[in-house]
């Protein structure tokens, strides 16, 4: 059996390939970090589109809570006496009001 010595490397040699072994590991730190930033921005980009759906149904909300205005309603006597009164500026007189609604004015 031959026995082969075993050859010793140098420092010099060993300092170089662990200087390898750091540039391949940093060189997966960037490509991990570039996968990183990829999926934050496609995480951003889903939680954006989200704030905004949230937005719309919050103004729906308000929408439905706020109550529109509306004209106030009349009683029947408010309404004839707005009637009268328009009849009244239009330069008809109580008689000729009472005579187009058939109705006599009793005095």
């Known amino acids: 059996m031959s026995e082969q010595k075993r050859v010793r490397r140098t420092s010099e040699q060993i300092a170089a390939d662990l200087d390898k072994q750091i540039a391949e590991l940093n060189e997966s730190i960037q490509e991990v ?41 009349k009683t029947k006597a408010q309404q004839i006496k707005t009637l009268v009164t328009k009849a009244q500026k239009s330069g008809l007189k109580l008689n000729e009001i009472a005579e187009k609604l058939g109705v006599s004015i009793e005095e």
Do not use: G, H, M, V
Request: glycine fraction near 0%; aromatic fraction near 2%; charged fraction near 45%.
């Open 33 to 73: 970090e570039a996968k990183k930033a990829e999926a934050a921005e496609k995480f951003d980009a889903k939680i954006a589109s989200i704030n905004e759906k949230i937005r719309k149904l919050q103004s729906r909300k308000q929408e439905l809570l706020t109550p529109k205005k509306r004209a106030p309603r």
